[in-house]
Structures are given as C-alpha cells and as structure tokens.
C-alpha cells in the first residue's frame, strides 16, 4: 500500500523537485546513481521483521562480511532475542562457542584463550584499525552494528511529506541493497583508482575500497532460499537493520498501542471540553 | 498576585500550612481562579505545551544519564548500550531526542503566535524578553545535548560552532582552547558540555518561573490584542483554560509519539551513528533542523566575524521588538499591512531553514544573503515603518462584545471570573 502511495505522488513530487532542484549545482556530486526502494517486511507502521530471513542474512555476514567487518555492538545473546534472529538458547550457545575469545587477566596476570560464551560480543576480525587497514590497502572496514542507520538512501527533499506519512525509516536498508548489487564495470572513459571497486550507487565517490562481496552461490542456504547475489544482498541488508534497531518491532508495536490511547484520551478530553464551555460563548 | 489570595483552606491542616506559608493560595490563585480571556483560541496552549515538554525532557534525561557515560572514548557505545541492553533505553532515548525536536516545534509556534498577536507590546515587553532568554538558553542546550552521542555531527558541529569564537579579534584563540579545554575538541569539551546540559535545563526552569510570573502580572494577551475591561471578558482558568491546555497537549503528544515511534531517526543525521572522528570531515556539516536557518545567516556573511555577528543579532534583535513595532495595535487581525509582513517573514524564516541544509554556493548563497538582509529590514525597517503609515481596522469595545456578537448573541450569560 505504502508503495502505491509513493508511486501515485511520484508525479507530483517529480514536479517539485524539478522546481526545487532548478538552482542546484550539477558538479560531480555523489552518489551517481539514485537508489531505487526496496519492499522490506518490516517497512510502515506495521512492519515485522522475518526472522527466516533475519538467520540467513546472519549466515550472510558470518560467511562472507565477518572476515573483515566486526559487529562490535552485538553480543551471542542477542541473536536469541525476541524481534530478532531468534536462535534457540542451546543454538546460541553452541554457535558462541564456535568463536575463540580473549579473556583475563588469570590469576598469574596472563590473557588467556577461551570458547565464546552467549554474553561475548563478536571477536572482531582485526586487533586495531591499523591492522584492518594493513589487510584491506589502505581502507578500513567499518564496523557494522549501526551501519543500516549511519547511511541513507538520498532522498529528495521534496519526499518529505510522503517519506512521513509512511513512515520511511529504510533508506539504511535500501542503501546496503543498492550498494551489494550495484556493482559494476566502470563506463568507458571513467578511471578508477587501484584497489577501489566502481559502484555507483556509493554514497562518497564513485568507486569504494571494497570489492563486490557477493557472488551467486557463495553461501549456501538450507531453507531453499534462491542462492543468488540479490537474496544474499536483501537477506544481509535485513540482518544489518536489526542489528542497528533490535527493539524495532517492540518499538512499533507499542507506538500503536501509545497512540491508540493518547487518541481515545484526547477524544474524552475534547468532550470534556465542549461541556465544560457548552454555555460559555467564546 | 499582588491582590489579596481569595482562597480558603478547608481542612485544619490547610489552613495551618496557610498562616506559614501560603503555598496552595499562589497556586490557588494562579492556576484556578486566575481569569483568562474567554476568547483564547488552541495558539495559547502552547505555554502549556512547553511546560510539559520541558519537564519530560528533564525527565527522560535524569533517567538517560544514569547510563551515560560523557568521554570521547566511551560515549558512543554507552548511548548504543542505552538503545539495545538498558530497559526501554530506545524509548527513553528516542523520547529525548525527539522531544527536543518538538519542544522547538512548540517554541517556534509560541513566538510566532506571540508575534502574530502583538503579545509582546506593552505592558509584557518583560514577558517577551524573559522567553527570548528561554529561547537562548534553550538553544545552548539543545546544542550541547547533540554533541553528547558523540558522533560525527556532534563532534564537527562541537568543531564548527566552537571554532566561531576564534574570529573574536585578539582574544579569540584563547577563547576557543580554554572553550574546549584542550586544543581540539576532545574529552575535555565532552564533558563540560555534558555538565552544562545538564545545568540549563535547571536555569530554564528558573526563568520559566519569573516567565509566568510575569504573565501573571500583565494578563495574557488574546487574538484580539486588546485589553481585558471586565469579568465579563474573562473565565476561570480551571477548569476552562486547564481542560483546553490538557487537550491540546495530549494531541501534542499523538504527533510526538508518531515521530518517536515510527519515524525515530528521520529529523537526525545518518552520519551521526558514525563514532566521531577527528581526521575524517563529514562531506556536509549540518545542524539539527531547529537551528538552521540561524545557519543559514551565519554561513551567508563573507566575513567570518561578521557572520557570528549576525547569528547573534538575528537572536537578540528579537528582544528589541516591542520598541522596534511601532503600531500600538496588537493583534495582526486588525493591522491589514502587518498581517501580510508577518507572513512574508514566516516564509522567509522557513527558507532560510531550507537554505541553511544547502551547500552555501551560487544561487543558495545569492538566495541566503537576500533572505538573510530580509530578516534583519523585517525588524529594522518594515515593522517600524508599518506601525507609522498603516491604518489598523477599528477594534471592538470589549471581548465580551466581540464574543457575543460572533456566537450570534444567543450563547447568553458569561461565565464571569470570580
Ligand atoms: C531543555 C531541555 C533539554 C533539551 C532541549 C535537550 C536536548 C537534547 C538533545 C538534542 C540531545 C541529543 C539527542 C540525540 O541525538 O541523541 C540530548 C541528549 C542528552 N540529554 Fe538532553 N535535553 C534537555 C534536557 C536534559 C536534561 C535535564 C538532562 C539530564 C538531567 C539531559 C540529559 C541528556 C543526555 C544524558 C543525553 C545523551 C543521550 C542521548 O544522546 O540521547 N537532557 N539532549
């Protein structure tokens, strides 16, 4: 629904933004490509995350982003969370214990090496920024915890009363799809730098440090799900939103529940009013 | 509250408490029999709106900084921790940060219904300066709470906005590092920030208090912009003011919980869930929405100093502006040229708002530096020039008058203060 909004005010906001627009620059602005929106399960006012698809885009990451990108925020047991991935106890715990951590000091004052345990956020790939910089020539991997809210689809300010109404809070989400599958060969004529990949829809210039992460099959998914460049990028997209907004469904859920009492409260309260000044002219 | 309080304790200890300290009788007097106009239109509920706002964000900040943690180097994952582990800490966050945004939301409407109306004209010039001074210290805060997440538009707005005091002449350098407690934004400046914004909201209060007092003193204005000449004019403030003022906050409360709940990042800035980052410059250094067109003065002076001159004085000429409002009519009802000046001046506002988001280069600047001359001949020629050579509309003897006059007479008898 919120869809065929946007797209029966696209006219007119195509119009605006002409008007508005008229007095920008064109100088070589960023990104090259507008992003395109994506539908997302847990998109509007009554948007749910899907959890299927929450545990394959984590399969993602762990397969594929997590040798270079650390998830400094998240600890084991929040995959167990409700309104999340919500892995099994036993499920989280074993999957902790797959990952080697760093505890200490022991007693004789030494670090010591241990199995992950649910309450251990994810070992991080690199020991520093330096390190990470080393590996990657030169380019540091951002962290990715917040990442689905710390990059935004551009939107055209005229969009705004229509990006309200729907409540669009997934230009993050967008933005990672856009960016997973956006690349491609650089158009004749354009040069691109040494170790920076073309990718148009990059929001800081026209070609970034990482190489395109995704390749059709390169993760194998038990449900059934299409092993394919677009699922990997949607199902990771997704994953990177709920780690950037865990209590997102608890958000929207008790948002309906606050206004639906505020509305019934305020609509007491105007009867109270009206009778309260029913024989004074005003 | 200079008369004799009409209130009667009625229990023993009531009037014990009374003969000691006449506590229930000021609040007696103030928010139960204090006469209001009858003719208040939903413009005058913002006072209590802002009230309300006021003590959430105390509220709601008391509790976020019980898990705050103000240095450079922990900052920003003590705000996620507060958005993932800390009980309802997303709520209590989003609630603050929202809430700022739409305590400006309130303040702006307040002063453009003030400005509307003439409310600052004699006798409430004091009023009017004391909420240009809640306006100043509001601005401080709301500055000072963003730098706190610690991110990059905290950090470089920190950068930006402190770096002004440099252009001070001489003494400008000195200024700036004993500002920022080091030589750079930093830890220092993190956590004196971080003390102050917990510090203005008190002084807010204080002056809030004197605000109403003032009030209380000269009577609210009304969309008339006349005097109050009778009980006849007026009604209780309770229930009558009490019940539209709860009403209307309520309804101010569905729109804060729609932004809160569904639309919790949408008036933030993406790059501040980026750690700060001294070496990395952000491709656009934007404030928050509220202090943009102020922005966009700043940014349309060539010079420097001239341009922190301007953002102060676009702030400050508004405490001039019951001297530089020449009409001795309030309410722009009556005034047939003011009314559309005061217009032009919403929308220039409004541009400049639009503006101060913009790179400041070609026709944005051209545009900021007309918008921004308009602003200041807004104060400094047209109101004065207005007030001389227009002829207001004939104003009506009374409220009451006008009330009964508009309800068709049959409404009958008013419901006169006691
Ligand atoms: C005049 C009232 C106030 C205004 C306008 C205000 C405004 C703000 C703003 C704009 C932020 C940044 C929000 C963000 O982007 O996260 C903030 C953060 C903060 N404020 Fe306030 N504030 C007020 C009162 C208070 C009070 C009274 C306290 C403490 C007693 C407080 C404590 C905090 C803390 C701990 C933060 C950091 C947490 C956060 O960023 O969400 N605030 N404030």
């Not at chain 2, 209590?48 to 920003?76: E, K, N, R, S, W």
């Not at chain 2, 409430?124 to 306006?135: D, H, N, Q, S, Y």
Request: with cysteine; glycine share 8%; charged share 15%.
């Amino acid at each position: 629904m919120h869809r065929r909004l946007r797209h029966g005010l696209s006219a007119a906001v195509l119009s605006a933004a002409v008007v508005f627009g008229a007095g920008a620059a064109v100088a070589a602005s960023y990104p090259l490509e507008r992003t395109e929106l994506q539908r997302w399960s847990f998109s509007g006012y009554f948007g749910r995350f899907d959890q299927a698809q929450l545990q394959r885009g984590f399969q993602v990451y762990r397969e594929v982003c997590a040798s270079c990108h650390s998830l400094n925020f998240i600890a084991f047991r929040h995959l167990g969370n409700e309104g999340g991935p919500h892995f099994g106890e036993e499920e989280v715990k074993a999957l902790a214990a797959e990952y080697i951590v760093t505890d200490g000091p022991d007693e004789f004052g030494d670090l010591f090496e241990r199995d992950g345990k649910p309450f251990d956020t994810f070992p991080a790939p690199f020991p520093n920024d330096q390190a990470a910089a080393a590996a990657n020539g030169g380019a540091v991997p951002p962290d990715l915890s917040v990442m689905a809210k710390a990059r935004a689809a551009p939107r055209h300010i005229a969009w705004m009363p229509v990006d309200m109404l729907t409540a669009y809070q997934e230009a993050g989400a967008d933005y990672l799809y856009a960016l997973l599958t956006g690349y491609e060969d650089p158009p004749p004529g354009t040069e691109v730098t040494d170790g920076t990949y073309y990718n148009p829809y990059f929001l800081a210039g026209k070609a970034l440090a990482m190489s395109a992460p995704l390749s059709d099959g390169i993760v194998t998914y038990d449900d059934g799900s299409p092993e394919t460049v677009d699922q990997y990028a949607r199902d990771v997209s997704a994953f990177l939103m709920w780690t950037a907004e865990p209590h997102l469904m608890e958000r929207k859920r008790i948002g309906f529940q606050v206004i639906v009492f505020l509305v019934v409260f305020a609509g007491l309260l105007y009867l109270t009013k009206k009778k309260v000044w029913a024989d004074t002219a005003h | 509250m200079s008369a004799e309080s009409t209130y009667q304790p009625k229990s023993g200890f009531g009037r014990w408490m009374e003969a000691r300290l006449p506590i229930m009788g000021l609040v007696h007097d103030s928010f139960v029999v204090y006469p209001t106009p009858r003719n208040l239109n939903y413009l005058w509920a913002f006072g209590a709106i802002l009230t309300m706002m006021l003590v959430l964000q105390i509220l709601t900040g008391i509790v976020l900084a019980m898990h705050y943690i103000p240095d450079a180097a922990m900052a920003f994952a003590s705000i996620e921790h507060i958005m993932r582990d800390v009980n309802y800490g997303w709520l209590l966050r989003y609630l603050h940060a929202n809430g700022a945004s739409m305590f400006f939301v309130a303040v702006y409407i307040h002063m453009a219904r003030s400005m509307y109306y003439g409310s600052y004209k004699e006798p409430r010039e004091v009023l009017w300066i004391l909420g240009v001074i809640i306006f100043l210290l509001m601005i401080a805060t709301a500055f000072m709470g963003y730098v706190l997440p610690w991110g990059q538009m905290s950090f470089w707005a920190a950068t930006v906005i402190t770096n002004l005091f440099s252009a001070i002449p001489l003494f400008g350098e000195g200024i700036t590092t004993w500002l920022w407690g080091g030589f750079a934004v930093d830890s220092p400046t993190l956590n004196r920030f971080y003390s102050l914004h917990y510090l203005l909201p008190f002084m807010i209060v204080g002056v809030v208090v004197l605000h109403v007092w003032a009030l209380h003193v000269v009577g609210q204005n009304n969309p008339l912009g006349i005097e109050v000449r009778s009980k006849q004019d007026t009604v209780r403030f309770t229930p009558h003011a009490t019940v539209k003022d709860v009403f209307a906050s309520v309804v101010f409360l569905v729109v804060l919980a729609w932004l809160m709940f569904y639309l919790p990042n949408f008036l933030g800035h993406p790059d501040n869930y980026i750690p700060a980052n001294s070496l990395q410059t952000p491709a656009h250094i934007v404030p928050e929405w509220y202090f943009l067109p102020f922005y966009a003065i700043l940014r349309a002076i060539p010079d420097k100093l001239m341009g922190v001159i301007a953002l102060f004085a676009s702030i400050g000429i508004l405490a001039f502006l019951p001297w530089l409002d020449t009409s001795r009519v309030r309410s722009a009802r009556f005034r047939p040229l003011y009314f559309w000046f005061f217009w032009i001046f919403m929308i220039v506002v409004v541009g400049l708002g639009y503006l101060g988001a913009q790179t400041p280069e070609g026709g944005f600047l051209l545009a900021a530096r007309l918008l921004t001359a308009y602003y200041f001949a807004h104060f400094l020629i047209i109101l004065p020039i207005i007030g001389l050579i227009e002829r207001p509309r004939p104003l009506p003897s009374s409220i009451a008058e006008s009330v009964l006059a508009s309800s068709g007479g049959e409404a009958g008898e008013a419901a006169p203060a006691e």
